[in-house]
């Protein structure tokens, strides 16, 4: 395959811009990409103005992630007319599903999924002298684990742990763009903790599709989040995403015994029909998720949890949805993240069909996004009066004169501006709460 021969100097060092979409997954892999293209040579572009590569790290989780794609390539594409030199490049899920679908719909000259990365900048030259480049294989072993992820200085950092999941949900295409699961070494994750600690950085978030199913030989998921704990006592340690069906008392147990180790847990429920839930092939009940948080409540009594939801999942019936709603209210959610169902070809469930009208989806969504923002709303006003630790994120965005940061419950708390710096970890108390943030009066330095 060939397009045209991109006139570009190698005189100078080329730049490269990339635009993350999807899941914090990808967020994390944007940072190898960048760490891997340095290594060749491209430093990080900080606008797509001076980019000579643009990339866009892409999702397929619903229809509408994928919409919201082909029109920015359209319009990267428009309005970059005048810039034929330009090397355009799909990355990520979308990647790994439309592989040359993209290049007869967009002409992009680089399409590599997330197994593939090692292979960009070989693939990215080659498009700068006319080769279309495509990257789609999985593998059954790649996990960067040897890369270090190209990050700016910062409060908050994204570390992989786990790559793939097995676990086929009925709905999702994840396992079929991020191939099967596999585990980063515990050694090498433990290295890049104590690097970003070194650098000054105040908080991790572990990420994978289901943490859960972490291991390196004997170690499971709660020795390596123990172990990263112990790296630096005061550095707040989160990690995301948890199956229900894998939560272990072990791992609630190491959570409930070291202070940093944050209360929350995201535990993604889906639905609260037993019937949708092995519909979806999510291999546990209602009745088990509802035992699971129990246990949980029990040894983690200041525990925050937060989920996602899918509303219209095929043959769901308005009994089916009303006992998303009663879940809903039985468990008190922190927080939900909703969507509705979006059929993927290639996943099982899309064979099921899609009966449940869009305008009925709707309609349910909208009612369990109301009922989440009643529950939230609720669970924040106990919080009034309440002193809290948030750690500064930086100035809140909506004003010069307040602060925003985080609770160990993942909370956001906007306060006035005082004496102190992002990654400062300040007792603040609490004097009013919306649906979604608790306000504070003022701030003393927490030690
Ligand atoms: N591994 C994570 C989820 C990754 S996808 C987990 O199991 O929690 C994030 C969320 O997107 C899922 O939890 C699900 O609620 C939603 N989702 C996935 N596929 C979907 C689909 N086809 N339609 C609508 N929502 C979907
Ligand atoms: Fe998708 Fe299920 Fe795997 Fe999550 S656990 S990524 S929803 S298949
Ligand atoms: Fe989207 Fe892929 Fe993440 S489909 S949600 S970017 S794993």
Request: hydrophobic share 35%.
């Amino acid at each position: 395959m060939s397009v045209e021969n991109k006139s570009v100097s190698r005189s100078r060092e080329l730049k490269v811009y990339i635009e993350t979409y999807g899941c914090q997954m990808n967020l994390a892999d944007t940072e190898v990409v960048l760490s891997i293209m340095n290594k060749s040579g491209y430093s990080p572009a900080r606008t797509l103005d001076e980019a000579d590569v643009v990339l866009l790290n892409t999702c397929s989780v619903r229809e509408h992630a994928e919409e919201k794609i082909h029109q920015r390539l359209h319009t990267i594409r428009k309005e970059l007319s005048t810039r034929p030199d330009l090397v355009v490049g799909v990355l990520g899920c979308m990647a790994e599903r439309l592989r040359t679908n993209l290049v007869e719909r967009h002409k992009v000259d680089v399409v590599v999924g997330p197994d593939e990365y090692r292979k960009l900048p070989q693939l990215v030259d080659g498009a700068f002298s006319g080769t279309q480049g495509i990257g789609v294989r999985l593998s059954r072993t790649e996990t960067y684990d040897d890369i270090v992820p190209f990050r700016a200085d910062g409060v908050s950092a994204w570390i992989s742990v786990m790559r793939g999941c097995d676990k086929f949900c009925t709905f999702c295409i994840v396992p079929f763009t991020r191939g099967r699961e596999r585990s980063r070494s515990l050694d090498s994750i433990l290295r890049e903790v104590e690097g970003l600690v070194n650098r000054g950085f105040r908080e991790v978030t572990l990420l994978g599709q289901n943490v859960n199913s972490y291991r390196d030989g004997t170690n499971d998921f709660a020795d390596l989040l123990s172990a990263v704990a112990d790296v630096d006592s005061t550095l707040r340690v989160r990690f995301t995403t948890s199956h229900p069906r894998d939560l272990s008392d072990k791992l609630i147990d190491a959570i409930a015994g070291k202070d940093n180790l944050c209360k929350y847990i995201h535990l993604p429920v889906q639905s609260g029909s037993n019937r949708i839930l092995k519909a979806m092939n999510r291999t546990y009940t209602r009745e088990r998720y509802l035992d699971l948080v129990k246990r949980i409540r029990e040894r983690i009594p200041e525990v925050a949890l937060s989920t996602d939801i899918i509303t219209g999942f095929p043959t769901e019936t308005v009994q089916n949805h009303q006992d998303t709603v009663s879940m809903m209210e039985q468990v008190c959610y922190d927080g939900a993240y909703m969507f509705k169902y979006s059929p993927r070809e290639g996943t099982p469930a899309h064979k099921l069909g899609d009966d449940v009208p869009d305008d009925v989806k709707t309609e349910r969504l909208n009612e369990i996004i109301t009922l989440q923002q009643k529950i939230s709303f609720d669970l924040n006003q106990n919080l009034i009066g309440r002193i809290v630790e948030v750690m500064v994120d930086g100035r809140s965005k909506k004003s010069d004169q307040q602060l925003s940061g985080r609770t160990d419950a993942n909370k956001t708390v906007v306060f006035p501006v005082g004496p102190i710096k992002p990654g400062d970890i300040v007792k603040v108390k609490i004097s009013r709460a919306s649906a979604a943030t608790l306000f504070g009066e003022g701030s003393v330095a927490s030690n």
